[in-house]
DNA sequence: GTCAACCTCTTTGTATACAAGACCGTTGAT
DNA sequence: ATCAACGGTCTTGTATACAAAGAGGTTGAC
């Protein structure tokens, strides 16, 4: 299962070290939910796997759990942690204070190509809406997220936030689907827009905020749904 | 030099894995400046500096790197990376946000008792200050800010902020000494607490956001006033 | 019959051995 | 004289070997 050690070489290039890659490809296999929360990470089948032994596997083990993504216990072994839906909660808070943020600097710092580029990403952000292609939607609405990202001026801030973004990608996928979601949040993005244009910071900032968090809170219910759905 | 390795069997009944103590120790190393930026970190050096082989020691220093205080280049080397100005103001500008961050949220959620504990630890902070006992403000200072974070009421938001203000802590130490930063950071402390008090979101997140940031600033001044002094 | 102690087997943590890329000096050619 | 190519050496990256801590099962005692 999983052949993957083909292709692997020739990422040799780019990724020298065998470890680096190896992470990248156990982030996938989390994310994707190969492996499930709470299941614990073998090295030695990993390495056998992977076709490495378990030095590099480690250290890529070790990656994973410094970003959260896996839980490793002294003398126990390495387990798949998932947050938990208070957890990503807690991270959905995180994720609008951090696009807040971004927003109300961006808005002070902002340049004139990159509100063209919003405009654009916007625009096809809507076609792909009117197409019902929601793929087309998503990488659309990434990629006018991270312009804003990158206005804000500050690198640090960019990176933290597209680190954070990046975590949760595989549970904002789930709830894009909710009625009238991408209507509403078209029109948030055309208020953001035209926040920034105006240089107006606070209101950047507040549409922002609400943009991100009401995924959390959707994704809340969603959560709650599935628990009555249980019952 | 430097002749830790009697205490770190003492340690070990906390923590297992040699490797988090060297990186703890490593990390210790480099805040106080005993190695400096851009400094090349010998492997087998410092893994007979700490008695281990080279494996513990390469998993500390990979851990360093996913904080951002080293920098592995494949093949080339780990390398000391102190923030420059320009990073170092764009994470204090973070740091503002967060806390800004975790204000706006801790007015919403804060305790009553936790209020208590504020207004004791501003005491202990204000005796300090006439004392004009430096580090004892420098620990009840930490400990008012933590308070805050903590009743954000948001783990996630509470650790990655603390997380942000450890690495911040070398750089904060340096301009506590500032004129009359003192007293008006008690007079901002003391804003604080009044806005989370009365349960005053803005106004928390403001007053919080200002406190930070002119830490960056005054940063910004004495970066500015050395390179003034170098010229 | 139940509980505890011991032993074994598995698995992690660390040390050592090996492979290969990067630095540096030398040498040779133009 | 300068520059490029080559080889040696040093250092990193990976594999393997070893040590020690847990997990689990079995046996023996009460």
């Known amino acids: 299962m999983l052949h993957l050690e083909g292709e692997v070489i020739n990422f040799r290039s780019m990724e020298t070290r065998r470890a680096d890659q190896i992470a990248v490809q156990l982030e996938e296999l989390i994310f994707d939910g190969t492996f499930v929360d709470g299941q614990r990470l073998d090295e030695v089948r990993l390495a056998e796997h992977f076709g490495v032994s378990r030095t590099p596997l480690r250290e ?122 991408m209507a509403q949040s078209m029109a948030e993005h055309e208020a953001v827009v035209a926040a920034l244009e105006h240089g107006d910071s606070a209101r950047a900032e507040d549409i922002l905020r609400k943009h991100v968090a009401v995924q959390g809170e959707k994704f809340h219910t969603l959560m709650a749904s599935l628990k009555r759905a249980a019952e």
Do not use: W
């Open 60 to 181: 890529a083990l070790q990656r994973l759990a410094l970003s959260g993504m896996v839980e490793m216990i002294p003398r126990r072994g390495a387990f798949v942690r998932q947050p938990g839906p208070v957890e990503l909660m807690e991270m959905f808070e995180v994720m609008a204070e951090l696009e807040a943020a971004c927003g109300r600097l961006a808005a002070m710092r902002i340049t004139d190509t990159a509100l063209t580029d919003l405009r654009k990403a916007n625009a096809k952000c809507l076609a792909a809406v009117e197409a019902r292609d929601a793929d087309s939607y998503y990488t659309e609405n990434e990629r006018f997220h991270r312009i804003i990202y990158q206005q804000s001026g500050n690198g640090f801030l960019e990176h933290e936030t597209a680190k954070l973004h990046k975590r949760l990608k595989p549970f904002r996928r789930k709830q894009l689907r909710f009625r009238g979601r």
